[in-house]
């Protein structure tokens, strides 16, 4: 039984914090490793390989984001950021740097539970492509037919353009995950950010958010993290 419980590494080197990460976590039934600095969260994330790693930056050893650089060469397993800092560059270079998600602090434990949850979501998601059996991707009453190219919320088609169909499927198969404007439009365009392309993303966004019947600040199925990027949830 044991076996089945998610390993979550914690990287945290004040033990207050570390203390109720851990505790809040074992009691929703996750099993904790717990590093105090950069040198034992390597040796941690080697011996145990962890379901999903929650990261503190400022380590007394080290920078947490050269740890998140090491297991990205070869690794997709979720990385949450635990940040002091809230400014959207530093989000920005963290994500692109590989990180699924980041926590501000001081947080509320409602929030690190939803982020570990969704984290994991995207984890399995990502294993196998994003896709459900049968080709599809459901997410509450909405449901994308990826062979179709097709989308429905409560059984009733929305009408998508194509490029806003192809923002919709990246979201999807990155389920849970804060997406970038970068990566998005590296992916979607082919193209390198800039104002404009950043621009016309923004404003594909608003789109599609109208014809889910969406009003402005409701994050039903999409967040929008302002200067950040976007991310599909549930
Ligand atoms: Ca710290």
Known sequence: MNNNRYKILLVEDEANIRTFISALLEVNGYQVILANNYA???????????????????????????????????DATPVIVLSARSDESEKVRLLDLGANDFVTKPFGSAELLARVRSSLRSYRHSSDDGRLPGGKFVLMDLVIDYDARRLFINDEEIKLTQTEYNIMALLSEHCGKMM??????????????????????????????????????????????LGVGYRLQD
Do not use: H
């Not at 941690?44 to 090491?70: N, Q, R």
């Open 40 to 74: 034992q969260a390597r040796t941690m994330y080697f011996s145990y390989v962890p379901d999903l790693i929650i990261l503190d930056l400022g380590l007394p050893d080290g920078d947490g984001s050269l740890l998140l650089s090491e297991i990205r060469v070869n």
């Open 180 to 225: 970038t404007y970068s990566a998005i439009i590296k992916a979607v365009w082919r193209e390198y950010p800039d104002e404009g392309n950043i621009k016309r993303l923004q404003v594909n966004m608003a789109n599609i958010r109208k014809k889910l019947g969406l009003r402005p600040g409701d994050n039903k199925y999409i967040v929008n993290e």
